[in-house]
């Protein structure tokens, strides 16, 4: 069973010259799978992240997502799907209210959408901690006060509270030292493993692609111009754009 | 090569820090090299670039110090370029890129605004800007993230000073426009025979170009030498601990199978 199919997104920003964001893309994700969206600044790649979250609508084309219509949904029973799908963004701290502690941007989850009852949301804030590799005692902490690696966990352990199908991914681990991008990739895969968990994991960077995506699409110009299985993409780039995103990542020069 | 800075246990503590940015650091930093400072964040990397600015903020506790081959610190804008993370932070948004570009040349090399105007289209044309007349005359906004770093690089380089500090120059650009602008930085400061501290926490961007690497940590200078050298047979720990955290295309993937 596919989880989620797209097709035909398009949509044009109105203002400045009616810049065209999307042009026409389609894609699926199977569950349990990662799919990598690669491209260069203003290639269409966080649009699309934000038109499948229903952060921004298209102007024309579909999605399915777990057997619905996507888009036909609004209100209420949208806000009750969002649990299925979940976003971790870059910038890990405007995505938290600042004042938030971690029990608190943990506990807003498992409220909203009734994960558990009242009585045992602290025992799960502490589950989820762990889930993450947090001691439990950071549920007392400001979100202000924790490292940006530490935040992305939490952010992360925000998207896994309410048991999502997917979890959109965008740049979420551009901003963080390589050591600690490295420990939260391995988190996201073990993740994934556990519980089926299907990835849309958009970045600039091959690299980071490279070590977690099933199958990577490329974008330019609001458009997907390649896609395939992540070996194949990396090996035989077939696109312009897919070629520079090879080109472009950093190799250790070690003589 | 002649050390252009000799810098001797520099030690910088911020008001209010419980530890210090940077702790002690002996580092010479020699005409015409490229030498990339290597660290990640709360490393003193940047720190140093802003002791050596002379950017440090009031307040900062200053010990040890440097030693300028000239005799005196090089002044910003004239003797030393300065390009940071974020163009858009550098660039004033109600001035044109001509007017930004050429200030720093009419005020330090005394042009009149029609020359520094031409120079500033000199400039834009020498970091490869298309239609640099145009975008003399276009403001920030206009422009994308890559083009507005290219023009902070056109700035920095006006006055056409002998260093050039490059802080996080490229980390916020994507992968694709990050290669051209390190490719482009290479290409300025070899033509010109400058000298170019190239500040970064990515070990591999570095090994592309650098003649010699400082590793730091947590405000202590953790080992340097020769790029080559230092990349081959890592002295300290956390080098070899930077060099297994790299990740590139030939890196083993992290899942286990294909698609499901």
Redesign the interface.
């Known amino acids: 069973m596919t989880l989620l199919v797209a097709e035909g997104l398009c949509k044009r920003y109105a203002a400045g010259r009616g810049v065209t964001a999307l042009d026409g893309v389609s894609l699926h994700l199977?569950?349990?799978?990662?799919l990598g969206l690669a491209g260069?600044?203003?290639s269409g790649k966080s649009t699309l992240a934000r038109v499948l979250t229903r952060l921004a609508e298209p102007d024309t084309g579909s999605i399915r997502f777990a057997g619905e219509d996507w888009l036909a949904l609004s209100g209420a029973p949208l806000r009750r799907r969002r649990a299925r799908m979940q976003m971790v963004f870059q910038d890990v701290l405007g995505a938290f209210n600042p004042r938030a502690t971690v029990a608190s941007a943990l506990e807003d989850p498992l409220r909203i959408h009734a994960v558990v009852p009242k009585g045992e949301r602290a025992r799960e804030v502490a589950a989820l901690l762990d889930r993450v590799g947090l001691p439990a005692a950071y549920a007392g902490r400001s979100i202000r006060e924790v490292s940006?690696g530490e935040r992305q966990r939490i952010a992360i352990a925000r998207a896994i509270a309410t048991h999502p199908a997917l979890i959109v991914l965008d740049e979420a681990v551009s901003a963080l030292?390589?050591?600690v991008r490295?420990k939260i990739?391995?988190l996201l895969?073990t993740l994934?493993?556990e519980r089926?968990i299907a990835y849309l994991f958009v970045s600039?960077?091959?690299?980071?692609l490279?070590?977690?995506?099933?199958?990577i699409a490329v974008m330019e110009a609001g458009r997907i111009v390649e896609t395939g299985?992540?070996s194949r993409v990396?090996a035989d780039p077939q696109s312009p754009a897919a070629r520079?995103?090879?080109?472009?990542?950093?190799?250790?020069?070690?003589? | 090569m002649t050390a252009l800075c000799e810098i001797r246990g520099l030690s910088v503590a911020y008001p209010g820090a419980s530890v210090p940015a940077l702790d002690g650091i002996d580092l010479d930093i020699r005409a015409g090299e490229r030498l990339a400072v290597i660290g990640?964040?709360g490393s003193g990397k940047s720190t140093l670039a802003c002791a050596l600015a002379g950017l440090l903020p009031d307040g900062a506790r200053v010990e040890g110090g440097m030693r300028w081959a000239a005799g005196s610190p090089p002044r910003p804008g004239r003797d030393l370029g300065f390009v940071f993370q974020d163009p858009a932070a550098s660039l004033n948004p109600v001035l044109t890129i001509g007017e930004q570009v050429g200030e720093g040349a009419r005020r330090h090399l005394g042009l009149s605004r029609r020359q520094a105007l031409s120079l500033a289209v000199e400039m834009l044309e020498k970091v490869r800007l298309p239609d640099p007349g145009k975008v003399a005359k276009a403001f920030p906004h206009q422009l994308?993230?890559?083009q507005r770093q290219r023009v902070a690089i056109a700035a920095a380089l006006a006055a056409k000073p002998g260093m050039l500090i490059a802080d996080e120059a490229t980390s916020a650009?994507?992968?694709?426009?990050?290669?051209e602008i390190v490719a482009l930085l290479d290409d300025l400061v070899r033509a010109a025979g400058m000298t170019l501290l190239f500040i970064t926490?990515?070990?591999?961007?570095a090994?592309?170009f650098a003649d010699r690497v400082a590793i730091f940590r947590k405000g202590a200078l953790v080992e340097t030498g020769p790029?080559?050298t230092v990349?081959?047979a890592p002295a300290a720990a956390y080098t070899k601990?930077?060099?297994a955290?790299?990740?590139?295309?030939?890196?083993p993937?992290?899942?286990?199978e294909?698609?499901?």
Request: cysteine-free.
């Open positions: 199977s569950p349990g799978e990662t260069a600044s203003g940006g030292d390589v050591s490295e990739l391995e895969v994934q493993e089926g600039h960077d091959l690299s980071v490279a070590a977690v995506a099933h199958r299985p992540t990396i520079a995103l090879v080109r472009a990542v950093p190799r250790l020069v070690i003589e | 990640e964040s994308s993230g890559g650009l994507d992968m694709v426009v990050q290669a926490h990515d070990i591999a961007l090994s592309g790029t080559r990349l081959a601990t930077l060099i955290s790299h990740r590139d295309l030939a890196t993937p992290l899942i286990h294909a698609a499901p």
